[in-house]
């Protein structure tokens, strides 16, 4: 049984999952040993996500921040996804079984939750730690998850290509130009959205096109345009991986959150960062294209940039945690 300030501490922590346009698509409801976790359909996105599948995910990450949040505190959990089928909504049910002391692996998890972050700007040129892919996948795998580094030159080429034209469709798009201006905060107090400052700057010289959040029109006047006369950037080489599931519905989305929870925090404790890549997914015919051009069996949930940071992230604004959770 946990009460109202320890169920908080744990919900602190699941509000630091990363969630698309930082929409923090959640609420919970904590009772004694039991915390459970529903999306909020007063922030959907109908034009980036009209299925509802990254806030499912978005979701699921939470899902698994509040496991790693529980361990640490030296509560061992486990988690029924879609616990109602008749409540669609409530994704996912955490519940503490028992007391256990927190393993060394728990308590550098929980440290990563607060020094994670989307890291959009450009990685630096070396390679990913020998065997982080290898253990990422087995991590994945947990959550029935499978992990596809993106290493071929003919995989890399498809996702570029289909990268790009996502980004070129989205962008023509009014409606998904308004969600995103929507979204998009100047201010850096901000409790959700996307801040300006968390944008890079400048030109990319990269295969693997970050998301114009300010582009097409929607905000021409947050960033600053380049000179003409600057010098070309330097050329791009992230890892990048792909999260994918047999099945395609919501107790796969949850599952996949909460994978892709688990290998942020990984990514993170070894020192490196991630930003997704996801403009090649939020449409069926992309995600339909993506899984024909790259032969996959099953369904792409995730596309991740990995590398180690140039620079210090900015850290994104969170509701206060009275908002989104109820204690009963
Ligand atoms: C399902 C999902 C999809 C996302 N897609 C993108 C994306 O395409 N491009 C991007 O730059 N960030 C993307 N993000 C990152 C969110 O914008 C980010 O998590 C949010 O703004 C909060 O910031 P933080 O991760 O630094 O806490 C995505 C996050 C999730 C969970």
Partial sequence: MLDQAQWTQVVEQAVRAPSIHNTQPWTFTASGDRLEVRRDTARVLPAIDPTGRQQVLSCGVAVQFAVVALRASGCTAEVEVLPDPADPEHLATVRVLGRAEPSAADVRAAAAIGARHTDRAPFLAEPLPAGLLDQLQVEAGRDGVWLKPIGRVEEETAVAVLLDQGEQLEQRDP????????????????????????????????????????????????????ADDDPPPPVEHPSVVLLGTAADDRPAWVRAGMALGRLLLTVTDAGLAASPLTQALDQGWARNRLTARLGLVGHPQMMLRLGRPSGTPVTSGRRPVGEVLRVG
């Fill in 175 to 226: 409606a998904y130009l308004a969600e995103l201006q929507a979204w998009l905060r100047t201010d850096p107090d901000a409790p959700d959205g996307v801040p300006v400052a968390s944008l890079p700057t400048g030109d990319r010289a990269t295969n693997y096109v970050v998301r114009d959040f300010a582009g097409g029109g929607a905000a021409p006047d947050v960033l600053p345009t380049p």
